[in-house]
């Protein structure tokens, strides 16, 4: 090779070498990239490329050496020239005042006199020296014992944020920077994600503090490189030739100039008082940054007055940190236990061993959800980190696997409510369980009496929370057909005991005298509420997924609530706008025996249903086996198959009992034949086969047929007269023969009432002279409403 390829070569190298360490500084320590991430790997490319073909090129401090160093077998010792101090720690404000105190009486202060400290952020990690000769990083190690530590150079490396050469200039032969090596929040977060989806391959990281110093004792650098390391920069121990500042800010200030990170959260304060603030100011901030911290550090910022207050044994005088409450604690959980709120959703609790984190004693932890269990795989017995940060619920946030005893299990949720014993459900594609037990369930019982009384359910005036608390919390309703038993004692009783705990006894009250109109209001309120319709009624028990809407339809298609009770999925599925999901709510609701005991209590006390009738004739024309075959979302049975198969066997029964030959001599594919000969050996899809066919028999029997139709208008005509405002005469034609009423042109005897609009003219006068009903537009509007399907 001519020295002139040489030459250029190492000039090239040279520059790519400065330029990706520059692009390496911005992006990592001054979070201001400034060259695209593609262009920087260009760039890498050519080096790599450059040093390999010219191995005399490579130099120590070069980027491509951050990476790919051979494995050591151990880590050689480094003794520290200047020791690695400890700091005294703190954990209150009079520790503070006291730690001051000390200070000012050493330097013959008085209390007033200014006294300035560098403030800083105590990271959770782990404590490094590096050692810069000529600008060039040559040596990293761990603190060990303060005295002497690991060497660790080659796992350095490999954290970006980390300059191999110093930058700017003036700095001294020979220093040290020390500082904290640690792992940034996100970057664990994404590690144990990753670990956690590896089956086992890669085991999580405990947190990121471990994290940290797990990496860092990494035999092969590659590992090291893999994980998300970051560092700050806060202290110097040897320096030899060259000056450093007078005040360690200023310090600081010049390790940023030369290339180091160092924390924006940095600042000078002067006394105990102003480090308290700061304290109070970053501990504001903590859950919101986005690594963790464990306190903050407070440093006299003189470097003279440091020397001068000196060391008890390896701890300054002049410095300490000041901890906040651990967000961590390791303890272990007693128990799993699911928590039902009041909306009936299941989350599942850690009971755990007492543990005091975040400043408090935390005896349970949530883990949210069945989802969380799973993804943790927490189990009964095992060794857990709970972090409570800030005042949100503490959390159990890893398992220690290395911890758990022999003879686990992977926690289920339970099938039933602790509380009412009826099905927990979790719906398809929900994260949420949920009880099934909505009106049963004495965890939902407040909610379920406040949906009831709502104004477009049983409108039940002047029932609010607070006396649904005191109805509830004292005993006298369990469920809202207890609604129906009160008496006007009960209710006197329940207020003064109320009032009595609630501390909100009225004056009134104690001069003896006792307000009892709201409680007459009430009852009376109570008694008018029993004359109902069936889709307020069914609205009214606030079954998940029922509103207005899907009560008025299953109001009107099916007519009856000792139908609808029984109702298995795939028939509710017959009217329209009722999903899968929809139905098997409701079906899911109607199975469970709370609920079912209430709605017999609610009938057998309480509500008078006044619109009841027969399953529309409708009902008749959905009702056919193909059509609730295939709304029995079986695998393979598809509206086609369903047809097919109702040819050759016209019942659910006869497909039920056919032999699996017979199934696939049906016509149908011979796969489905057989999805559905092994669909039909399950006891669930017997009974639902079961359940519907019989269902369907009920139906069938009851329901109307298409010609007499019924209506609730059925052999009535109507004349309409006059112009209406909230709908068209069209409409309002349309809509009352839809209720089997006939509309006709002018008024006569055998009319049956007259609707008169604004500005009717004579067809009304006819209708007063012949004494026929006159209804005006809202008593039509309340009717149609009434009755709308
Ligand atoms: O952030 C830290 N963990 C931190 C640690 C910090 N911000 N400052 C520190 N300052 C010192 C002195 C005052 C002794 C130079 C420290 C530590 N020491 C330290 N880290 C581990 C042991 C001591």
């Known amino acids: ?79 520290h020239e200047v020791p690695m101090l400890s700091l005294a720690n703190a954990f209150s404000d009079e520790e503070i005042g006291e730690f001051v105190r000390r200070i000012r009486t050493r330097l013959d202060l008085n209390a007033d006199a200014s006294l300035k400290f560098s403030v800083e952020p105590k990271f959770d990690g782990l404590a490094i020296s590096l050692r810069y000769e000529d600008g060039k990083f040559v040596r990293g190690a761990t603190r060990g014992d303060g005295e002497t530590g690991e060497d660790v150079t ?44 590896s089956n086992g391959k890669i085991k999580p990281l405990i947190n990121p503090r471990n994290a940290a110093a797990g990496s860092l004792r990494q035999l092969d650098p590659r590992i090291t490189a893999k994980r998300p390391l970051a560092f700050y920069a806060y202290a110097v121990g040897v320096v030899e030739g060259g000056e450093l500042p007078t005040t360690h800010s200023a310090m600081l200030k010049k390790l940023h100039a030369w290339g180091f990170p160092v924390s924006t959260l940095v600042d000078t304060a002067d006394g105990a ?206 469920s809202p057909a207890d609604l129906y038993k009160l008496k006007l004692h009960d209710l006197l009783e329940m207020k003064r005991r109320a009032d009595e705990r609630d501390g909100t006894t009225p004056e009134t009250v104690k001069a003896g005298k006792v307000a009892t109109k709201w409680a007459e209001n009430l009852i009376e309120a109570i008694a008018q509420s029993r004359r109902t319709t069936l889709a307020r009624f069914l609205y009214s028990l606030g079954i998940n997924h029922v509103g207005e809407s899907t009560a008025k339809a299953l109001a009107t298609w099916f007519g009856d ?75 393979g049975i598809t509206e086609k198959r369903s047809e097919q198969l109702a040819q050759a066997f016209d019942s659910l029964e006869a497909i039920l009992h056919a032999p699996p030959a017979k199934l696939s001599a049906s016509g149908v594919p011979l796969d489905v034949a057989a999805a559905l000969a092994s669909a039909l050996e399950q006891a669930q899809t017997r009974e639902l086969f079961k359940r519907s066919a019989h269902a369907m028999h009920l139906l069938l029997e009851r329901a109307e047929s298409a010609k007499g139709a019924a209506g609730p208008l059925d052999g009535k005509t109507v004349v309409l007269t006059g112009s209406l405002n909230s709908l068209t005469r069209d409409e309002a034609k349309d809509k009352l023969e839809a209720l089997g009423a006939k509309v006709a042109g002018s008024v006569s005897k055998k009319t049956s009432f007259v609707v008169a609009g604004a500005e009717a003219g004579s067809k009304l006068d006819k209708a007063t002279e012949l004494g026929v009903e006159v209804w005006d537009e809202a008593r039509l509007v309340k009717f149609l409403h009434a009755h709308a399907g």
């Open 1 to 79: 090779m001519s020295p002139a390829v040489s030459n250029n070569a190492s000039r090239r190298a040279a520059e790519l070498r400065e330029r990706l360490d520059e692009a390496s500084h911005r992006y990592h320590v001054l979070d201001a990239p400034t060259i695209p991430d593609a262009e920087y790997d260009a760039l890498m490319r050519e080096l790599e490329a450059l040093e390999a073909a010219h191995p005399e090129l490579v130099t120590s401090d070069s980027p491509t050496q951050r990476v790919g160093a051979a494995p050591s077998s151990a880590f050689a010792e480094v003794r």
């Open 154 to 197: 080659a796992n350095l490396r490999t954290i970006k944020q980390i300059p191999l050469k110093l930058h700017g200039k003036g700095w001294p032969t020979v220093i040290e920077v020390r500082g904290e090596v640690y792992m940034p929040r996100a970057g664990f977060e994404k590690y144990n994600e990753t670990a956690r989806e």
């Open 273 to 478: 008082q102003g480090c308290l603030t700061y304290f109070h100011r970053v501990g504001e901030q903590r859950d919101a940054l986005p690594f963790d911290i464990d306190g903050v550090v407070y440093k006299i910022d003189d470097l003279a007055t440091q020397r001068e207050l000196g060391f008890v044994g390896r701890t300054p005088r002049w410095a300490i940190a000041h901890k906040y409450p651990a967000q961590e604690q390791t303890t272990t959980i007693e128990a799993i236990e699911i928590n039902i709120g009041r909306t009936g959703a299941a989350t599942p609790t850690a009971r755990l061993k007492p543990v005091f984190v975040g400043g408090v004693t935390v005896t349970n932890a949530t883990l949210h959800n069945a989802d969380q269990v799973a993804r943790l795989d927490v189990r009964i017995g095992d060794t857990v980190i709970v972090r409570r940060a800030g005042d949100v619920i503490p959390e159990v946030a890893r398992v220690v696997v290395e911890r758990r005893p022999a003879h686990t299990h992977r926690w289920k949720m339970p099938a039933h409510c602790p509380i009412c014993g009826s099905a927990i459900v979790r719906e398809e594609g929900e994260v949420v369980a949920r009880c099934t037990g909505g009106l049963a369930c004495a965890a939902q019982v407040q909610q379920a009496l406040f949906h009831f009384a709502a104004r477009r359910a049983m409108d039940i005036d002047g029932l609010g929370e607070r006396f649904i608390e005191g109805l509830t919390d004292f005993g006298y309703v369990k």
């Open 561 to 635: 609530i000792a139908l609808i009770r029984h109702l298995p999925w795939p028939i509710l599925k017959l009217v329209p706008d009722i999903g899968g999901e929809v139905a098997r709510a409701i079906d899911a609701f109607f199975e469970q025996d709370g609920n079912q005991r209430v709605i017999d209590d609610l009938l057998e006390h309480g509500i008078v249903i006044t619109d009841a009738h027969a399953p529309i004739a409708k009902v008749r024309a959905a009702l056919t086996t193909a059509n609730v075959l295939a709304d029995m979302e079986l695998p």
